[in-house]
């Protein structure tokens, strides 16, 4: 039965994905990209991670998506039909890349070892089944599915501080870094009278 | 209501804390889908509507719907059947399985948010570990439903309408999750279920500085979020026609319809479960929940009463949204930003440092007493406080120095020297 599900999943998710990449339309490509956000959302819950898929929709796309959308709307004309760039010109290049990247990750995950208290994923066959219930002594893997947000926040906070936190500062850098660029450009157009006549916002002002 | 006692004293012994997959389960899921989310949840839609006529004619002295049956009870009726009957068109320029598509994901993200809701003890759908951040992550979903329906209409009135939309949605997202997470804070799980009996233990969350902050954040925030007036900009019928869902008739506008004043609920009940104690009368008697016994007849009783109650306060809530609708213009575009990441982010921000310190003083020590609440107000309320003020004088003073441009939107013509109001106090 899980066993089926994953496929049906991985199945459709795959299917959204090659959508993705061969639709001519740029918003219906960023609408099939979120249902293949949505397939791996699900091959989370199929692992027992609640937390990381509702993580993944409230990011991935309630977010990214949205940016994707506002970004192709204010770059590409509002429909977003234009057609994108000679798409087999491309072709080669992108397909060394995509084969590159697919081996490099096949046989890092095939490779895995496994930490030190842990057998190694790539020689598990099945995973163990869910701990049910809340009687009985309480184990790690119990109290991590009944409050994965804790669990999540002990690790996070004690074992992936350095990572978390470097990953912290990389964001806000990000963050400031993107502000930095957006208000350079503010800086050149005099903010008081006289605006230049290039900018579309004075322009609809001045008419008013 | 009695279906659902119904539903209760059948299905009690199947709750636990972990989702078991067996029969009766599922016959739950079965029941909650057949019953809540197809039956009960589309009547209280219907009948919010006919409220708010109501309610609505009562504040613009009017009297409102009365000829549909008595108090025009059947009104909302006769308004499903008018919108089932017209005819649903799809504009020739549309992209149509989009344009399909989009009032679906709306009503879809509506209905989902409700599926983690506490209505009382043993009477949540379902009782999720990560409850609180899949609710997050449902409603997260109705803004690419809505700039879908924008984009794929091809009117700009319903594009010009779902950026607006989209813009608003995104802001205000940020203070309405921070607002919560002082709860989590104190309840030390995403779980709605144990952020209620929390609330049993402890008290209201609502009943200290931070909580109520958070609360008054989280309402504000929460009508943001559902497009309510003064923040109902994305379908400013006196600019736009309709917003995004300009081009859309029939039960397709119904779904759209549907989705908002389910919205509306979901918030309501949202914040009254994590903040306002549930289904809870006293703020800090644990009233009804301790004398709940072994045998069904007290689930049932207990039940009836919490489930009473709790409908009392999402209609509260509901009736408050009304008011405040009925009430209050709308917001000017560019104070709907800043009022969002000037006032309300920043406020949140503080408020999760000074819900860390309620828990500090007042949670962790352990068993909870009127001296310590007291203490903890003594301390968290003065800082509260201080942050309202300092955000709002912040906010004036920095407003006051920015120097007016022709950008500034305004009406008739401005500069400095020129007088009027929107003229900077720097340059006079």
Sequence with gaps: MLRNLFLVISTLGLACALATVLSRNLVRAGLWLVAFFFCVACLFVLLEAEFLAALQVLVYIGAVSILLMFGIMLTRGVQGTDPTSNPSARLAPGLVAGGVLFLLLSYGISRERGLRTQRSWATTGERPAIEPGTEGPSTPRRDAINNMGKALGVELMSRYVIAFELAGLLLTAALVGAIAVAHREEAFEPSSKGAPASSPAAESASVA | MNVFEGAACAFLWAQSQAVELDFWTKARWALWLLVGFFGIFPGIVAYMVWLERKVAARFQDRIGPNRVGPFGL???????????????????????????????????????????????????????????????AASSLSPLGIFLAGWSSRNKYSLIGAMRAVAQLVSYEVPQVLATIPVVLWAGSFSLVSIFDRQVNQGWFVASPPGLLGFVILFIASIAEVNRAPFDLPEAESELIAGYHTEYSGMR???????????????????????????????????????????????????????????????????????????????????????????????????????????????????????????GTAVTGPIVAAACWGVFAINRAHGARAPVSEQWPSVGRIGPGVGGRGVSRRGL
């Design chain 2, 253 to 375: 506008f119904g779904l759209f319809f549907l989705a908002e004043y389910l919205s509306v609920f979901a918030v309501s009940c949202l914040a009254t479960a994590i903040f306002l104690g549930g289904g809870m009368p006293i703020p800090f008697l644990a009233f009804p929940v301790n004398l709940l016994g072994e045998s069904a007849w007290s689930y049932v009783i207990v039940d009836a009463m919490l489930l009473a109650v709790f409908l009392v306060k999402v209609l509260a809530i509901v009736f408050v949204v009304l008011w405040v609708r009925a009430t209050l213009p709308r917001m000017r575009v560019d104070r709907l930003m800043n009022f969002s990441w000037k006032y309300l982010v920043p406020l949140a921000l503080v408020n999760v440092l000074v819900a860390a310190v309620w828990y500090e003083l007042v949670i962790r020590p352990g068993a909870f007493d009127a001296g310590r609440w007291m203490m």
């Design chain 2, 74 to 136: 059947l009104q909302p009726i006769a308004d499903a059947i008018k919108l089932i009957t017209k005819e649903d068109l799809v504009p020739g320029g549309a992209d149509g399985a989009v344009h399909l598509a989009a009032p679906v994901l709306v009503i879809t993200s509506a209905f989902l948010v409700m599926a983690v809701i506490p209505f009382a003890v043993g009477l949540a759908p379902v009782n999720l570990p990560s409850g609180l951040v899949y609710l997050i």
